[in-house]
């Protein structure tokens, strides 16, 4: 009994090789269902998934308490889901183990097992998650996950905060949730507008994870601190926490390093750095996608981002219109949002706009507001509206942002000649910029010189600043050799230089 009680302490403290020993000790004295559960857990926490379903099969008939069996069965088919793509093996795993089982919380356990698969692969889970009372945990789970995705960001808040609240009672059985509720809040915050809070909530709990040497939430919230970073434009730091991340899971792939490498595919192409950008995004489509329901969004919007640091806008609208369309065939306006915020942000601005103004009616909190007087602001090439859009994101500690609102700002005040207000508004563009560790982006782009260029010479001027030929650069955009070198042309002219060269120097950031 001693020794199985220090494995269950060992194990919630994530101290996974710990809680082996002690589970193992408990075993010698005899067969035991939670003494095995325990060492499958133990065993899964540290990658040996095999010897942690070879051990549940082997006492999965031995009589114990039924909140034991129920969390025996929800670990056994979360492996076979989750890391193993074994959907259906998992939901029979489930089934056999609700017909062992009397009890009513227990029962509760099973299903709310059975909600959160659904919410995490996107197959809609219906329950009424505003209604929602103190339930079992992994439904409280599931339940904020669907929110969060829709965009209701103060339900998903409250709904993590009365799961939480009851922490006592199921805290010591399921670390793992307590640990996704505080995650899920945190991103539901985060998606809501507070920047900063969730910003500070990450760093504390991450150095909490790194002074405890609990190495499963430590990469939990380096992706977290990724995530923050990507969407503030501090690429820097978003690549340092992901790389982190990716080296403490290491072959531990329950799903998570993919969203990791989407995110690191982001930031590698906030920096500038394609060559980054493009493992990045291939580490990606490798991995285990076992969670792309939360995150498919995010890896569709990533390859857009790879193709914009390569210069192709017209290819990454392309795919920033498919990433809204995936969130709008999973119902994800939180997400559908961002997608279209990228849309603008890729000289689409016009064709982004009403939807924008659409969702912001939809979901909660300030971000998307901002998002949509983005992108309205930019359809009417408004000057003054972008300012007071530069000063919104700033105010939410989203200086990328901010900073692209400010240089777009200065050239709609270039363009109606009001040469004062450009100069302001180009000196808080790279006040901004100057925060974002070097950020790049296509709205940033040609910030010291603005111009009238249209869209098609704004790209072919992007790839001959990256080195392309102009037989390449036609060959990308489906366009001729002699198009290109027209473009090139007008752009030469309206920018006053004589060649590529110039151009390369001008764009401040040659490219292989």
């Known amino acids: 009994d001693e020794l199985r009680a220090a494995a269950r302490r060992a194990w919630t403290l994530w101290a996974a090789p710990v809680a082996e020993r002690l589970a193992r000790a408990a075993l010698e004295f005899g067969p035991d269902l939670e003494a095995g559960y325990l060492l499958g857990e133990a065993l899964s926490d540290q990658g040996q998934v095999d010897e942690a379903l070879a051990v549940w099969e082997a006492i999965e008939d031995l009589p114990g308490p039924d909140r034991v069996r129920a969390a025996l069965a929800i670990a056994h088919a979360s492996a076979l889901n989750y890391r193993l793509g074994c959907r259906a093996d998992a939901e029979r795993v489930l089934a056999r183990a609700a017909g062992r089982i009397q009890d009513g919380s227990a029962a509760r356990l099973i299903d709310g097992a059975l909600a959160l698969f659904g919410a995490t692969d996107r197959l809609v889970w219906d329950a009424d998650a505003d209604a929602l009372p103190a339930v079992e945990p992994s439904v409280a789970l599931a339940a904020a996950l669907e929110l969060t995705a829709s965009g209701r960001f103060e339900a998903a808040t409250r709904t993590v905060d009365a799961a939480i609240a009851t922490r006592e009672i199921w805290g010591e059985e399921f670390p793992s949730v307590e640990l996704f509720l505080q995650l899920v809040r945190a991103w539901s915050r985060l998606l809501g507008g507070h920047v900063r809070e969730v910003e500070a909530e990450a760093e504390v709990r991450y150095a909490a994870a790194v002074r405890e040497r609990a190495d499963y939430p430590r990469a939990r919230w380096c992706l977290m ?119 603008a942000r890729f000289g689409q601005a016009k064709e982004a706009a009403g939807r924008l103004e659409e969702l912001a009616g939809v979901v909660d909190g300030s971000l998307v507001d901002a998002l949509a007087a983005h992108a309205r602001a930019l359809a009417g090439d408004d000057g003054a509206a972008l300012d007071a859009v530069s000063a919104t994101f700033g105010s939410l500690g989203l200086d990328l942002f901010a900073a692209e609102a400010s240089a777009a700002a200065a050239r709609a005040h270039q363009r109606e000649g009001r040469k004062a207000s450009a100069y302001a508004s180009r000196g808080r563009a790279r006040e901004f910029a100057a925060g974002c560790e070097g950020a790049q982006t296509p709205a940033l782009a040609w910030l010291e010189r603005p111009s009238d260029l249209t869209a098609r010479e704004r790209e072919v001027a992007e790839l001959a600043a990256s080195g392309l030929t102009s037989r390449v650069i036609g060959g990308r955009l489906g366009i001729t050799t002699r198009t290109v070198d027209n473009l090139l042309g007008r752009v030469y002219v309206k920018f006053e230089i004589s060649g590529r060269r110039e151009l390369v120097k001008l764009a401040g950031r040659p490219r292989e």
């Not at 920096?271 to 995010?298: K, P, Y």
Request: charged share 25%; proline share 2%; hydrophobic share 50%.
């Open 225 to 343: 601190r990724g995530l923050v970073g990507v969407i503030q434009g501090s690429p820097r730091h978003a690549i340092s926490a992901l790389h982190e991340g990716v080296a403490v899971t290491g072959a531990d792939d329950r799903g998570w390093l993919r969203p990791m490498h989407v995110l690191l595919a982001m930031a590698a192409a906030l920096a500038g750095d394609i060559t980054a950008a493009e493992d990045s995004e291939r580490r990606a489509d490798e991995a285990n996608r076992s969670i792309d329901g939360l995150f498919g969004v995010d890896a569709a919007r990533s390859r857009a981002w790879v193709l914009a640091v390569r210069g192709e806008l017209t290819a990454a609208a392309d795919q920033a219109r498919q990433a809204g369309e995936l969130a709008v065939a999973h119902e994800q306006w939180a997400f559908e949002a961002l997608a279209l915020h990228d849309l």
